[in-house]
């Protein structure tokens, strides 16, 4: 107190700029500049592309990064805008639920990379000739491996908005707007934000295929980090695979503290079972945002706008709702219409699969591909196997130590955002340089990256143990085997299904680009359905590319109804403690 | 000043023949709520009383706008409602506050939604604050407060936007005893001056005392439907004394009127609290621990086999929510006899004190076989059948010919919970079998 009467002459100064005022200007700033870097260029011709060719020069990667990260937060910001207004029509209207629902459970599966080679030329002749296109197609791919998840976590939160909440905002008469907003949004937002946080993930894994597009005859390479890999691999360049991944680390680390930090410090608040005690995650970066006036300049200004938007919209009063009887007849009404439409878009569909399928598909291409199916699958059970075999154990030793935990957690969730395909061409030249069997040698890269779910989701586990198990177990003296099958390991089982899950997804995904990996002009190549799909795709061969995504969707599809799904509910009722 | 009770006024709210029911799957509807005729003037408490699955909080729900009723009409200041109507707010039982929003910010909420100036917000929200005692804590987020605190948030949200009539649901009944007395006294203090800008109130709850201390009126409501089965005055002048024995006498009439039999229901069927007849009563989810603890605290002194309700209850502090379960079901299974607020031990309940562990399990059998329908035809279906095994589910589908799903699965429930502890049957949970084994 002493010290703010001495001051008193310089107050305002003190009050209105912080220490931390500083550094958060020194931060925009250098986000401003950055936006501008990145930018440049988008609007040149496709031949400057050829006429700047990309340069493995280590000076020019703190640019390609830039380019490369702006593209992947355009890619966020659509996923967000798509998520906010898709999930909200399927949440809003069980009608189109009923479609919309399914679909996204379909696209989840979807191999993303199928996405890139079929979408690539619609958007290339949207602005012919032009770098934008090329840009959009590189987005539109990276955007495919991201909103698909987030849609159906906010589905999810919107389904589960608390009713004593929604009956309060009722009460209140809070506009259709106000409510979105005010309620929904905030509710779905913890949520929302682990989710965007694995979409990033998932979006550096394909940042490498979507930047240096080839598919047939159309080949263009952006300036970013995913096309100075692929420059690299192609020129066998084992020092600017080096600059690449360290640079990827750099920027993964920056943006994990500058973004994601200090987002899931933030939304804390916005969880609704309210424990006090718990404290929420620390970050530096947020501790910065709200000594400076930033936060609260940008919430005020957020509020501001929800306020202003939702006076200027027409106040729509809560619907009056007539009579009960009237309003089923005319639902029932809409609803058989409903029906035929999708049932008339579904039979069109399927006549033109068939179509395709009859004309150009032999009996034998099916047993084909349908084995390299089985083959992958082989692979993706026994590598989460492995990995069960090896981080279950290791996890619940981490997770049951909370000193230990607090350090390794954030590296499992950083080296599970790392995109571990960097990684590959070393992998590669390993392969050949040793002479080993690329069916066997391959395989591992499919869990290089995915690995991770199972460690931090069992580390997660383990801590939330409650401690009063454990010290019963030691009461009793349980030790040894015992301990690990009646305390441990179904103490974690819920959050290992869940672990193990993204991690089977995930390697689903990245067999297209493990399975076939270059080396320079050297092919190293596994048996799979990966392969099969990323041959298809460099050959350009529409029919073979559909053909091979349509197989394992149904295969991943079909393993996560009749297998993931049911033992996830049996978990969670067997082992849940709570 | 109170709000002056002018009779001859109309009423704030005028609630005639109302009824409500939801569709159950099988396409026919399940009655919640059936005939209830309510009406509130200036000035008045108003107690909605009843136990869960009783419809007090679905017609608080319809007088709030919230849902509409199948059948009947309400009326506030003349008009039908529709949709939540202004001038009518409520108080939720689990506070309802946005986690995300400052208690400033949380109490602010309607003002803002009614799009008035950002002065009057501030002036309006402020005055609020300070009226239910917050100052101090405007910049506070919910989940730094405690449970009493923010159910002050929930009163001071409510209270902004001058309502003309208050809705409470069960509003002191998330809280600790300390904090819920502190509550109602601030509130009837309030009320009594008249500071608050309301001019009624309709309170749910299910606490006989906390309607007698507070309402002009209680309607006493029964389930299956939920419908009122009398309606009390409560002409006490406040402050009013729970000790008064006035006050005792109001509050053991309310325990008589709630435990009455339902006038019709045949005599014998010792189901007859429940709804439903022979196998298919619904019966409540009570635990065997449960029944031997209100047992034996009945057949020990001071009560020595005869205990007075209300006593009872304050001296095992429960609620009538857990106590009626508990004493019905003793009733069901003729351990005890429930008449006049009282509960009765009969031999058997006696003898089921005086034994020891495994004769217990065997009276408790005896008395679960004879009178319980349900629990006979499963132990008999397992007889009958070579195998002594039987499917959950197959009991359920017999169930649902009765009852709803749900209901269905809390009567198998607790069936099942009784029969284990009589070890008339086993069952495994795994692969939803009733077996005839004893697990060793």
Known sequence: MLRAHRTHHFGFIREFVTRWDALALVVVLALVVFLA???????????????????????????????????????????????????????????????????????????????????????????????????????????????????????????????????????????????????????????????MMMSMSG?????????????????????????????????????????????????????DQLLFRPLISWVDRFRVEQEPGTEPPASWALTMMRRSHLIGGLT???????????????????????????????????????????????????????????????????????TLGLLTLARVVVLIALASLVWVPIGVWIGLRPRVAQVVQPIAQFLAAFPANLLFPLAVYLIVAGHLSPNLWLSPLMILGTQWYILFNVIAGASAMPAELRRAALNLRVS???????????????????????????????????????????????HGLGAYIASATVAGDYHHIVLGIATMCLFVVSINRWFWRPLYYYAERRYRLS | MPPSTDMNAAPLLRVKGIAKSFPKPDGQELLVLEGVNLQLAAGQIVGLL?????????????????????????????????????????????????????VYENVALGLEAQRLPRAEIRTRTLAAIDLIGLDGFESAYPRELSGGMRQRVGFARALVVHPNIL???????????????????????????????????????????????????????????????????????????????????????????????????????????????????????????????????????????????????????????????????????????????????????????????????????????TYVPLAAHIRRVLDERTSHVARKSRFIDELEDFMTEETAEQTLRAIVGWGRYAEVFAYEDESARFTLENPA
């Open chain 1, 203 to 255: 979006g550096w894994f394909f940042v490498v295929a979507a930047e240096s597009i080839s598919v047939g005859h159309t080949s263009v390479a952006l300036p970013g980090v995913g096309s100075y890999i692929a420059l690299a691999i192609a020129q066998r360049n084992l020092h600017a695979v080096g600059w690449a991944i360290t640079t990827m680390a750099v920027v993964i680390l920056v943006y």
């Open chain 2, 167 to 369: 809705l409470m649901d069960e509003p002191f009944s998330a809280l600790d005893v300390l904090t819920a007395e502190t509550l109602r006294t601030d509130f009837l203090d309030l009320w009594s001056e008249g500071r608050m800008p309301i001019k009624g109130v309709i309170l749910v709850t299910h606490n006989i005392e906390e309607a007698v201390l507070m309402c002009d009126r209680v309607l006493v409501f029964g389930s299956n439907p939920g419908r009122v089965l009398s309606e009390i005055e409560v002409t006490l002048p406040q402050p009013r004394d729970r000790l008064d024995p006035s006050f005792r006498e109001l509050v053991e009439k309310i325990y008589v009127e709630m435990t009455a039999r339902t006038v019709g229901a045949q005599a014998g069927a010792r189901t007859e609290f429940f709804p439903g007849q022979g196998i298919g009563s619904v019966l409540p989810h009570v635990s065997s621990n449960e029944l031997s603890g209100l047992l034996e605290a009945v057949a020990a002194a001071p009560y020595n086999g005869s205990a007075d309700l209300p006593k009872i209850a304050t001296g095992l502090q429960m609620e009538i929510d857990e106590l009626f379960p508990v004493a019905e079901t003793l009733q069901m299974l003729r351990f005890a006899e429930l008449e006049g607020g009282d509960l009765k031990l009969t031999e058997a309940g006696l003898a089921f004190c005086n034994a020891a562990q495994d004769e217990r399990k065997r009276i408790f059998a005896r008395q679960l076989l």
């Open chain 1, 480 to 526: 040894g085997w015992l301990w690990w099958r009646r305390v441990a390991l179904p103490g974690v089982m819920p959050y290992f299904v869940t672990g193990a899950i993204t991690a089977s997804g995930g390697s689903w995904n990245a067999s297209i680009v493990a399975e076939l990996a270059n080396w320079g002009s050297t092919q190293v190549r596994a």
């Open chain 1, 37 to 195: 870097e990145a930018s440049r260029g988008l609007l040149a011709p496709l031949s400057q592309l050829d006429a700047t060719p990309l340069s493995l020069n280590p000076a020019h990667l703190p640019e390609y990064a830039a380019r490369t990260t702006l593209r992947m937060f355009t890619a966020l910001a659509l996923s967000l805008v798509f998520t906010l207004s898709y999930a909200t029509w399927a949440a809003k209207s069980p009608r189109a639920a009923r479609v919309l629902i399914p679909l996204l459970d379909i696209l989840q599966s979807v191999p993303i990379l199928g996405f890139i080679s079929i979408t690539v030329v619609f958007f290339m002749s949207l602005v012919p000739g032009r770098v934008l296109g090329a840009e959009f197609a590189a987005i539109f791919a990276i955007f495919t491996s991201q909103a698909w998840n987030m849609a159906f976590s906010f589905y999810q939160s919107l389904r589960t908005v608390p009713t004593e909440l929604a009956e309060a905002a009722a009460c209140f008469h809070l506009t259709p707007w106000m409510r979105f907003w005010q309620l929904e949004v905030p509710f779905g937002l913890p949520a929302l934000t682990w989710n």
């Open chain 1, 300 to 370: 005020t200004m957020f509020y501001a706008a929800v306020r202003w938007t939702s006076w200027a919209l027409p106040s729509r009063p809560a619907p009056q709702p007539r009579s009960a009887a009237a309003r089923e007849r005319s639902s029932r009404g809409w609803d058989a219409l409903w029906l035929i439409v999708a049932l008339l878009l579904a039979a069109l569909a399927l006549r033109r699969l068939a179509l395709m399928l009859i004309e150009q598909t032999s009996l034998a291409e099916l047993r084909e591909v349908g």
């Open chain 2, 50 to 102: 009843g136990r869960s699955g009783s419809g007090k909080s679905t017609l608080l729900r319809l007088i709030a706008g919230l849902t509409e009723p199948s059948h009947g009409e309400l009326n506030y200041l003349g008009s039908p409602v529709d949709g939540p109507a202004a001038g009518i707010s409520m108080v939720f039982q689990s506070f309802a506050l946005f986690p995300w929003l400052t």
